[in-house]
């Protein structure tokens, strides 16, 4: 059986990264979180970016998962340049889970990750990260809150609106727009910087 | 007349102040003086050791502390020339040698595993000690000739007995094994028997008359 | 104990990792970073990876406190009385409280922010300038070179505070920047003190000073262009002391800075 799971580069050249073991993280996670298995994952590194240069993306194009993950969120911060299996382990749950809800109907017309607002992203991953937490991933609840605040402001309204993203079992594109609407995110004005930048070489 | 020309006592009733103290001029520049060393000598250790303990809130605790010292040594520093003192380095002296010594071994540690002992040194010996000379000459001293340093005392003593709490706590909870506390008490003795040798801070009477001068009376 | 504690003596709990600063300039990514447009270096809410980025320079700060304090406490006790004058003592302890104060305040802004103490690696060439056996050098170079940089930083936060409407990071900032303010002021007063009569030892201090500033400058990380992450804040280092003349010569010095650190990222490129 072919494997599912590609990863690019195949040979790391900058940082001592194994395309290998990341494939092997990303089955076993596709199996924690049940991904489903007909859909192939392919993942692509970044290792040209380091901490703090973090993000990953998450689209479906062509029927497959396809991710996207600077080498700064596989990175040990306290050992820069050396791969961090946990920590590769923990962002890949939560960028396969971002991909399995872009599976999922409640996502159909769901803008791919370039075209997502800031505000967006920040409420789709509250949502996906306390998924995550129920599945033993260790998230830090301060650290999404404060990336949440920074989209849609440091307001009681928008913590409110984090807490139930968070406590959500599921979640769906309108329900995220919704949450926008209500903070008043959707009336703050566009990035003047493209969402996927770091994505851009 | 109005009241307010009616002659009244200089003294309201309530005001029991004496004029009566135990210290001339001469000994409480001399008594200043060496307080004025004792918490240089504290300041300058503290700040020495926030770099050396690994312990982050001993590290912040100390560095507050340092600057309470520091702040001491600059109310007696100005109080010095109000006693007629006009050279100040003169009379910013240990009370003895043997006061050196002791300070000397207060200031001693400094490897990272020495907490305990630093902490012993200042806040289980050498912070008591200058809370009672400092209660000793508060509660002798002339309550009107010498009003100005039974205020900077008073100001002194707030923070002495706030910075003993902070260290006391700090060792309470550094101090968890039975040999920890053997290990604080061995470096308290120490320090108390080389303390007692000097006669304190200011000196044999530190507090007073010695036991061998009230026999001798 | 020993005058003179040098920087691998610094004593940390476990939770602290020590990097090199080496280790950062040789990382064979940097160059090809260096070619990339990675958004605006100044601090905002729609920079790529913002919060990160926010919660990696607190943590930054936060051990920059720490070594501030250290440096602050040890110039209490490194010199002897005839080396050091009192009040330059005395101003060093109250230094050694706010520094306290400021990894409080750290330490409660990454609780804010979401990071944890340790989570980063921590370099200790900020505490290294504060290891000069003299103490006119110490005070240029720790007052002067950085504390100022310390204003630009703390500015920089405030003013992505400000931004971001985040009142807790906005509010700590200031207060931070209001002391800073103080203790570059303390810098300049002890080095026109100290070296009233001693025009030479004036100009190796300021020289020292210089070292410290471009040292700080490295790679474009402060100055007055776009790509420059922590600002020069003009206004608050002329209420600490620093004149126009001072200002635009670390101005320049800042730019020169820059455009080595762009060189240099070309050439490593060009040979990768």
Partial sequence: MAARVHVSPEQFTLIPYDANEIASIAEDVAALIGFPPNVDIEIEVDEELFAPLTGHMSDVIDGAARIWISGANFEDKKAPQHFSPEQARDDLIVALLRAKDRLSDGFDGASSDADITRAERAAWDASVNGRARELGVRVREQALRYEFRLQHGFTDVGDAAFDRLFAADSVTWEGLREICRETGAVDRPASKVPVDLLRQK | ?????????????????????????????????????????????????????????????????????????????KRLPELREMNQERMTVPANDAFVAFMDSVRDPEAPELTIEKLVGVYRVLIPRLIAVYTYHLNGTSTITDAPTIRSLKFALQDEFDDWRDGEMLLQSLIDTPEKVDRAARRQQELEKLYIRSGGIAGPGSLGETAEEQGAA | MKKMLPESELARDERFVRSKIEDRIFDPRGPKLATRNTGPAMMATDRPAAAERSRSLMHGIFVGEIQALEGAGRTCFDFDDDEAPFQLKLDMARQCWDESRHCEISIKLGDHLGTEIGEYTESTFLYAAACNPDPVMRLTGVNRALEGLAIDVFNTMREFGKESTDPVLEFCEDWMLADEVTHVKMGSDWLRRLTEKDPERRERALEFQRTVDKIFNLGGFRGEQEENPVQLARRFRELAGFTDEENDSLSKLAAESTEEARQMSELLAGNN
């Avoid at chain 2, 003294?11 to 001399?30: I, K, M, N, Q």
């Fill in chain 2, 1 to 77: 007349m109005s009241d307010a020309f009616k002659a009244r006592a200089p003294f309201a009733p309530w005001d029991r102040r004496e004029l009566p103290g135990l210290f001339s001029v001469e000994d409480t520049a001399r008594r200043v003086g060496n307080y004025k060393w004792t918490e240089m000598r504290l300041f300058e250790v503290l700040g020495g050791w926030v770099a050396t303990v690994p312990e982050l809130d001993v590290k912040l605790v100390l560095g507050r502390h340092t600057y309470h010292h520091a702040w001491h040594a600059e109310l007696w520093h």
